[in-house]
């Protein structure tokens, strides 16, 4: 099964990443969750911003980031929820031989100097006011110039953060399907 390092969105590391790291344990994967925030969390995505930005800063962000995966293989996955998937593509091209890339509420810049083949799937609200359609299409459009194996799945009528069942964009059903697509996903990626 896969390695796996899940990084949380701007709202902390809360318990809606730690039960997505236990779904993705209880199907055999070994799940690294970094706190890049240090302990600290936020309620609402304006908080978010606030203790992103102002309180902790992108690049004490990245620092943190860079250590989480220090001691990981080098095809270890990189998952990102919202934010997180920012975290993602600034460590990728330090770590040519990720297994894959998940994608949770929000995109991650593919350079094109990623390995071609690289495994992508993202999850994403049809209506992100984080991600519009056309940022995702023109996302969409240079990952495939990059040669990445792309897989989008976007989601109508759901809240940026669909997934998490502590928030108010919560979709059961949306939900659902997310998890079992990539427990599939990673089904196809791993040894």
Known sequence: ?????????????????????ERLRASGHDVVTPDLFDGRTAS??????VLKDEQIGWPTI??????AVRSLPADTVLAGISMGGGV????LPSRPDTAGVLLLHGVAEIRTTARAGL??????????PFAPRATVASWQDGATRAGADLEVFSYPKVGHYFTDPDLADHDEHAATLTWRRVLDFLRRIGP
């Open 1 to 21: 099964m896969a390695q796996i390092v899940l990084f949380h969105s701007m709202l902390g590391l809360r318990p809606a990443e730690r039960r997505a790291a």
């Open 44 to 49: 609402t995505i304006e908080e978010g911003f």
């Open 62 to 67: 990245e620092q943190r980031a860079r250590e």
């Open 88 to 91: 993602v593509h600034t460590l």
């Open 119 to 128: 495994p992508i799937q993202l999850h994403i609200s049809d209506a992100d």
